[in-house]
C-alpha cells in the first residue's frame, strides 16, 4: 500500500493511519509507536530545515505492527505486511530494505 503524507500531518501519525488501514484495526488498537521509534525524532527526520526549506532524499525503513513500512522524502510511506513479503530468486534476500 502506498500512502501520501498530508501537508499538515505528522510522519508518525501518518505510519499509525496507514499501518491501522493495512491490518484493519482501529489506530488505538495497535501497539504504540514508541515501543519501536521515537515519534518525535520521526518527525523531526522529515521536518523542514531550520530556514523553512524542505528536506529532500530522505528515506527510511524499518518494522512496525508486522508491517514493513519505507518513508521517502516525508512524502511517502510506502507499506507491506511482513506476511506478504517475497525474496529475491536470485540472491534469496529480501527484496526491499526492510529487516525481518
Known amino acids: 500500500m502506498e500512502y501520501e503524507i498530508g501537508p499538515e500531518e505528522s510522519v508518525s ?3 499509525v493511519r496507514a499501518v491501522s488501514a493495512v491490518v ?5 488498537s495497535l501497539r504504540p509507536l ?11 527526520l522529515f521536518d523542514p530545515q531550520y530556514d523553512g ?3 529532500t532524499g530522505g528515506r527510511l525503513s524499518f518494522v512496525y505492527n508486522d508491517c514493513c513500512i519505507t518513508i521517502d522524502n516525508g512524502e511517502y510511506l510506502t507499506l507491506q505486511l511482513l506476511e506478504d513479503r517475497i525474496c529475491d530468486e536470485r540472491d534469496h534476500e529480501l527484496s526491499d530494505s526492510c529487516v525481518r
Open 13 to 15: 501519525t501518518a505510519v
Open 24 to 28: 484493519g484495526c482501529e489506530t488505538h
Open 34 to 44: 514508541a515501543d519501536v521509534i521515537d515519534p518525535t525524532a520521526l518527525d523531526t
Open 53 to 55: 526549506t524542505p528536506r
